[in-house]
T-cell receptor, first 111, second 114 residues
Framework: RKEVEQDPGPFNVPEGATVAFNCTYS??????FFWYRQDCRKEPKLLMS???SGNEDGRFTAQLNRASQYISLLIRDSKLSDSATYLC????????????FGSGTRLSIRP | DGGITQSPKYLFRKEGQNVTLSCEQN?????MYWYRQDPGQGLRLIYY???????QKGDIAEGYSVSREKKESFPLTVTSAQKNPTAFYLC?????????????FGEGSRLTVL
């Protein structure tokens, strides 16, 4: 079983739609969780950290479910500019930082 | 401006040749990482280093080597033992504390083996 697994996609949704991604992790000792956005042929950039209480940043909401060992990302009122690949990342280190990524979910927003 | 610099951006090599990718950071971060990304895939961890003179293998370390002689530098050598080295290589750094781990990435190096 992979340490971090993610919906493969691709997701193709109309502008204005709500879309959700999930990501599961296998190590219950995982410390911290992130969503990154990656544009084509570019480096990933941090979108959001994911906290136990959940967090929201504008149209984006991230949640963590420790009992079921998954994190989620919700994008509301999607824009054309949201088209990208979304990568979840998990810090699975206990005393050190070993950060593992999921395989990424490609999102395309159509007009 | 603080950041991570990777070089070269594009690199071509012949089969059987070793090649070294440079990664330098001036963020004063202790932890540095190397990831490999293949087309349509996520990032796979090659090596990571928490402090100077120490590093650990990631999930796909075979055929690669690293050194961490300075805090600012974490070069990656792709050796001839790496069977399929054509890929996009990303270097990153972070502050290594449990419960944290935001990564700051360089712009990447694209290696093509001819």
């Amino acid at each position: 079983r992979k340490e971090v697994e993610q919906d493969p996609g691709p997701f193709n949704v109309p502008e204005g739609a709500t879309v959700a991604f999930n990501c599961t992790y296998s190590n219950s000792a995982s410390q911290s969780f992130f969503w990154y956005r990656q544009d084509c042929r570019k480096e990933p950039k941090l979108l959001m950290s994911v906290y136990s209480s959940g967090n929201e940043d504008g149209r984006f909401t991230a949640q963590l479910n420790r009992a079921s060992q998954y994190i989620s990302l919700l994008i509301r009122d999607s824009k054309l500019s949201d088209s990208a690949t979304y990568l979840c990342a998990v810090n699975i280190g206990s005393s050190a930082s070993k950060i593992i990524f999921g395989s990424g979910t490609r999102l395309s927003i159509r007009p | 401006d603080g950041g991570i610099t990777q070089s070269p951006k594009y690199l071509f090599r012949k089969e059987g040749q070793n090649v070294t990718l440079s990664c330098e950071q001036n963020l004063n971060h202790d932890a540095m990482y190397w990831y490999r990304q293949d087309p349509g895939q996520g990032l796979r961890l090659i090596y990571y280093s928490q402090i100077v003179n120490d590093f650990q293998k990631g999930d796909i370390a075979e055929g690669y080597s690293v050194s961490r002689e300075k805090k600012e530098s974490f070069p990656l050598t792709v050796t001839s033992a790496q069977k399929n080295p054509t890929a996009f290589y990303l270097c990153a750094s972070s502050i290594p504390r449990p419960g944290t781990g935001e990564l700051f990435f360089g712009e990447g190096s694209r290696l093509t083996v001819l």
